[in-house]
């Protein structure tokens, strides 16, 4: 079995950046900085509604001043801001493997899309001409943010981008584990980023999934999604870049195609790729110590994804959705969540053991299966650290990642 190996994440979300301060806020419940909000209607001086959104409240690092207008979003820039803590492994990765063996593979689900903004309001000014703004293709494609990572380190290797939904960072980790095990590269630079957006939330709205308080995962009072923004990434490889031991250790992909918004109700795509991921990993159920859940508080998922977990793992492992602090960060979520498992896990950030308490109103719905949420006394159990993340998306698709140590 090839061994996968993931340096420390880059990770930045409205709950702040870096792993280290993300493990410390989840596992000392510091308040959530989900906010209620109509800023993206007013930083486009259009009237709308207010949303509860995880918004990223740190000042974002400058472009460098020479770098072309194809590669400016703010996407990228959040992008951009978050690499500057994994900038030792890539640097590490270039001078052992050299440009031309480091692949980039980066999910996202809206890019730049905002950045056409002004293209769209200048039409609506000025009927059938479009000719007052320029439409900006490349700030809009799904591979933006791969090229621009490409291009900023000057990377050779096979570079592309990722949509799936809300699976994107989870398939782009498990994309780059296929191509270390065809050794088509020695690296790679993988994970997920999602900004902010009028056209998502939106368009989330549209599906009357979103709420208005705090989302309230597996509570009978729950009453929707919030969407959240932010990144992460990880430099995967075969042999380790930094002191770290956490592997990737399996995973497990499938599309159910139930319908094109809501999972399949009896979980089916979700319990095959749970299985399929226990089966990559070759372990148990009964080892995995942590499942950092999907959980987005709607009632689709909620009972999807109970009855899956029930009916793999019982009322026996641990489960928790971090969704009420970092919001739904929809094509980086599976990547921010990963982050946050390998935090968990990481025996430098997490001597203690303890696993972070589910944030919710503690009122479990009676229609759905018990599953083992955690509170403050909850802590790893076995004696090694496996936990798994997991992703769902539009269309059935449905992702397991397994991290955890090894023996090595």
């Known amino acids: ?14 709950l702040g950046e870096g792993i280290a301060h993300h493990v410390r806020a989840l596992l000392e419940r510091v308040d959530s900085p989900l ?14 509604s207010a949303y509860m959104l995880g918004s990223i409240r740190t000042d974002l690092r400058p472009f460098p001043v020479s770098l072309a207008d194809k590669h400016r979003s703010r996407n ?55 000719s007052g703004a320029t439409f900006k293709q490349q700030q809009q494609y799904f591979s933006a943010p791969a090229d621009f990572i490409a291009h900023q380190y000057g990377l050779k290797g096979l570079v592309y981008g ?13 994309t780059a ?44 009072n729950r009453q929707g999604i919030n969407i959240g923004e932010g990144a992460a990434v990880f430099v995967m490889s075969r042999e380790k870049l930094d002191d770290t031991s956490v592997q990737l250790l399996g995973y497990g992909a499938s599309s159910d195609a139930y319908h094109m918004s ?49 009916a793999i793992f019982g009322n026996e492992t641990f489960c928790t959705s971090t969704k009420p602090y970092t919001g739904h960060t929809l094509g980086a979520a599976g990547a921010i969540e990963a982050a946050i498992l390998w935090g968990m896990i990481d025996r430098t950030l997490n001597p203690n053991g303890q696993l972070p308490a589910q944030l919710w109103d503690g009122q479990r719905d009676p229609q759905l299966p018990s599953i083992a949420l955690t509170d403050s006394h909850s802590r790893w159990i076995n004696d090694k650290r496996i936990g798994a993340s997991s992703s769902f998306a539009f269309g059935g698709n449905n992702t397991v990642l397994i991290l955890g140590e090894t023996d090595d």
């Open 35 to 48: 906010t209620l909000s109509d800023h993206l209607f007013r930083a486009e001086n259009l009237s709308g």
């Open 262 to 310: 809501s999972p399949h109700p009896e979980g089916e795509g979700a319990i095959s790729s749970f299985y399929a991921a226990l089966a990559s990993a070759q372990v148990q159920p009964h080892q995995i110590g942590w499942i950092n859940l999907h959980g987005t508080g709607t009632i689709h998922n909620d009972q999807m994804e109970s009855l899956a977990v029930s």
């Open 177 to 220: 584990a296929r191509l270390l095990k065809a050794n088509i590269c020695d690296a790679v630079i993988c994970g997920g980023v999602d900004t902010l957006s009028l056209l998502t939330v939106k368009g989330f709205n549209s599906l009357s999934v979103l709420s208005n308080i705090r989302t309230n995962p597996f509570s009978v």
């Open 76 to 130: 990228n820039q959040v992008l951009w801001h978050c690499l500057q803590q994994l900038e030792p492994q890539i640097e590490v990765a270039i001078t052992k493997f050299g440009e031309h063996r480091i692949a980039v593979v980066i999910g996202s689900s809206t890019t730049g899309v905002d950045e056409n903004i002004p293209v769209f309001k200048y039409e609506a000014a000025h009927p059938n001409d479009w």
């Open 162 to 174: 990722i949509s799936t939904a809300c699976t994107s960072g989870a398939k782009a980790l498990i």
């Open 1 to 14: 079995m090839t061994a996968l190996y993931l340096s420390r994440p880059a990770i930045l979300s409205c």
